[in-house]
């Protein structure tokens, strides 16, 4: 509205100058029969006072539009505590996160902020305590759709309304959209992939796989020369999270887009075929060509094992690139479509929001956490946040010309190959979530359990969550 309030001073300045030179244009022929001199002296006289009223009316204008420019940039009036919560790990995302606080904190320098970091094995159950208790924070990491029952408990805050929102993506907004209600605000989008050592794969003298019988056959050829083929760390959940869900969450998804609806309803996992084979092929991979201590390490430790060129590939989200590049800033990395597929034109993206934040219902501080919100979701803000994370704006418009070479590539295979926008379909909540977590963990630490096994723990998980 300041800008509206600005463009209209100076466009009301402009047509007082416009109308004062159309008067002195017609001011000669007012008067026809005056000697010369007399017309000529009028119109020496006319256009002297057009010249002052047009510099005074373009001063005021100036002067207005000054004043109207340096109320908006006001410092803002907004106190108070604000208290954030987050299981970010990865140290690139820890970096982007401490510089949009800080940039936060120094245009709202009267707000208090407090940043709190967990970890994500067991931070929805802490959410749930902190509500139980009355402490649950003023602004929650996490997207919406993973915290259904927090919504339909009237936990959440629907920001719908709120300027901010129309800065998400299409994509992004229906991700955060439940029942008509939006109830979160992603800053970038994750895709899941897999990263590769470009100087390995020259040397090897491979090329990126297009078919699944194609990247087995990469897997063999590096494990041949003596290369651990892919790094993995299953000492965190996030691990075999980003294995499963790059796998998965693709092609084998697409083939039932309402799953995750359909089995919290009843339905079993037995009568979905995508995740028997997406299973079969993380057995294969798993047991064959991964480094031999991934049970014992974690997520970091993997991502240091291919930055540092000891594996050729990693199968890992976007969200990783950040502490890959990190690891080693000058590594030669590409990205490329998990293969899942023998038809490479079959083969599709799992894309998803990635980093979002959502507010308390229940905040005592919402003036604060809204402007954290518009704060967070500024065009050159959320740039400077992608920049630094390595990640994928969510948001319109936004542009970053300092994303690695890897991170490029995968913005070239979304937009240039099928993608799945999973996330903003339906995923599983609650206890449905900690079962699928549990499931998942148990079959990457064991090498004995089948798909079929896998799909009778689900199913008997569930039919305990739906009790």
Same mark, same amino acid.
């Given at each position: 509205?300041?800008?509206?309030?600005?463009? *209209?001073?100076?466009?009301?300045?402009?047509?007082? /100058?416009?109308? $004062?030179?159309?008067?002195?244009?017609?001011?000669?022929?007012?008067?026809? *029969?005056?000697?010369?001199?007399?017309?000529?002296?009028?119109?020496?006289?006319?256009?002297?006072?057009?010249?002052?009223?047009?510099?005074?009316?373009?001063?005021?204008?100036?002067?207005?539009?000054?004043?109207?420019?340096?109320?908006?940039?006001?410092?803002?009036?907004?106190?108070?505590?604000?208290?954030?919560? &987050?299981?970010?790990?990865?140290?690139?995302?820890?970096?982007?996160?401490?510089?949009?606080?800080?940039?936060?904190?120094?245009?709202?320098?009267?707000?208090?902020?407090? /940043?709190?970091?967990?970890?994500?094995?067991?931070?929805?159950?802490?959410?749930?305590?902190?509500?139980?208790?009355?402490?649950?924070?003023?602004?929650?990491?996490?997207?919406?759709?993973?915290?259904?029952?927090?919504?339909?408990?009237?936990?959440?805050?629907?920001?719908?309304?709120?300027?901010?929102?129309?800065?998400?993506?299409? !994509?992004?907004?229906?991700?955060?959209?439940?029942?008509?209600?939006?109830?979160?605000?992603? $800053?970038?989008?994750?895709?899941?992939?897999?990263?590769?050592?470009? @100087?390995?794969?020259?040397? %090897?003298?491979?090329?990126?796989?297009?078919?699944?019988?194609?990247?087995?056959?990469?897997?063999?050829?590096?494990?041949?020369?003596?290369?651990?083929? =892919?790094?993995?760390?299953?000492? @965190? @959940?996030?691990?075999?999270? !980003? #294995?499963?869900?790059?796998?998965?969450?693709? +092609?084998?998804?697409? %083939?039932?887009? #309402?799953?995750?609806?359909?089995?919290?309803?009843?339905?079993?996992? &037995?009568?979905?075929?995508?995740?028997?084979?997406?299973?079969?092929?993380?057995?294969?991979?798993?047991?064959?060509?991964? #480094?031999?201590?991934?049970?014992?390490?974690?997520?970091?430790?993997?991502?240091?094992?291919?930055?540092?060129?000891?594996?050729?590939?990693?199968?890992?989200?976007?969200?990783? $690139?950040?502490?890959?590049?990190?690891?080693?800033? @000058?590594? #030669?990395?590409?990205?490329?479509?998990?293969?899942?597929?023998?038809?490479?034109?079959?083969?599709? /993206?799992?894309?998803?929001?990635?980093?979002?934040?959502?507010?308390?219902?229940?905040?005592?501080?919402?003036?604060?956490?809204?402007?954290?919100?518009?704060?967070?979701?500024?065009?050159?803000?959320?740039?400077?946040? =992608?920049?630094?994370? +390595?990640?994928?704006?969510?948001?319109?418009?936004?542009?970053?010309?300092?994303?690695?070479?890897?991170?490029?590539?995968?913005?070239?295979?979304?937009?240039?190959?099928?993608?799945?926008?999973?996330? +903003?379909?339906?995923?599983?909540?609650?206890?449905?979530? %900690?079962?699928?977590?549990?499931?998942?963990?148990?079959? *990457?630490?064991?090498?004995?359990?089948?798909?079929?096994?896998?799909?009778?723990?689900?199913?008997?998980?569930?039919?305990?969550?739906?009790?």
């Amino acid at each position: 509205m300041k800008l509206k309030k600005v463009m *209209a001073l100076a466009l009301t300045g402009l047509m007082t /100058v416009g109308m $004062l030179a159309g008067c002195a244009a017609t001011a000669p022929a007012a008067a026809p *029969a005056e000697p010369a001199a007399a017309v000529e002296e009028a119109v020496e006289e006319s256009a002297e006072e057009v010249e002052e009223a047009a510099e005074e009316a373009v001063e005021e204008t100036a002067e207005a539009a000054e004043e109207a420019v340096e109320e908006a940039a006001a410092p803002s009036e907004i106190s108070g505590d604000l208290h954030i919560i &987050h299981y970010l790990t990865e140290t690139a995302k820890l970096a982007a996160l401490d510089g949009l606080v800080e940039g936060f904190k120094a245009e709202y320098p009267d707000v208090n902020v407090t /940043v709190e970091g967990m970890s994500m094995d067991n931070y929805s159950d802490v959410i749930k305590l902190r509500y139980s208790t009355g402490e649950a924070p003023d602004v929650i990491f996490g997207q919406p759709k993973s915290y259904i029952d927090l919504i339909e408990n009237g936990l959440i805050m629907d920001l719908s309304g709120q300027d901010f929102v129309e800065r998400l993506a299409p !994509a992004s907004l229906t991700s955060v959209t439940v029942d008509e209600g939006v109830y979160g605000v992603p $800053l970038d989008q994750m895709a899941n992939v897999v990263f590769y050592n470009k @100087d390995i794969f020259e040397e %090897q003298g491979l090329s990126v796989p297009t078919t699944y019988t194609e990247f087995i056959d990469t897997c063999k050829a590096l494990k041949e020369a003596g290369i651990t083929p =892919c790094a993995a760390g299953y000492g @965190d @959940d996030i691990a075999f999270g !980003a #294995n499963w869900y790059t796998i998965y969450y693709g +092609s084998k998804w697409d %083939q039932a887009h #309402n799953n995750a609806a359909e089995l919290m309803e009843g339905a079993s996992f &037995h009568d979905y075929p995508g995740y028997t084979e997406a299973l079969e092929q993380w057995r294969e991979i798993l047991n064959n060509y991964q #480094n031999d201590d991934r049970k014992t390490i974690d997520t970091a430790r993997a991502e240091q094992l291919f930055a540092n060129g000891e594996t050729g590939m990693i199968i890992i989200g976007t969200w990783g $690139l950040g502490a890959i590049m990190d690891y080693n800033p @000058d590594g #030669n990395f590409g990205g490329f479509t998990y293969p899942s597929e023998e038809n490479a034109d079959d083969c599709m /993206v799992p894309v998803a929001i990635d980093d979002c934040w959502m507010i308390n219902e229940d905040s005592q501080n919402k003036e604060a956490a809204l402007a954290y919100l518009e704060y967070a979701s500024r065009a050159d803000v959320n740039s400077q946040w =992608c920049g630094t994370a +390595s990640q994928l704006s969510a948001l319109n418009g936004v542009e970053c010309d300092t994303l690695p070479a890897a991170a490029v590539d995968i913005a070239n295979e979304i937009a240039t190959k099928k993608t799945t926008a999973w996330a +903003s379909v339906s995923n599983f909540n609650g206890q449905f979530s %900690q079962v699928y977590t549990a499931t998942n963990r148990d079959f *990457a630490l064991d090498d004995e359990m089948t798909p079929e096994q896998w799909c009778d723990k689900m199913d008997e998980g569930f039919a305990s969550a739906r009790k």
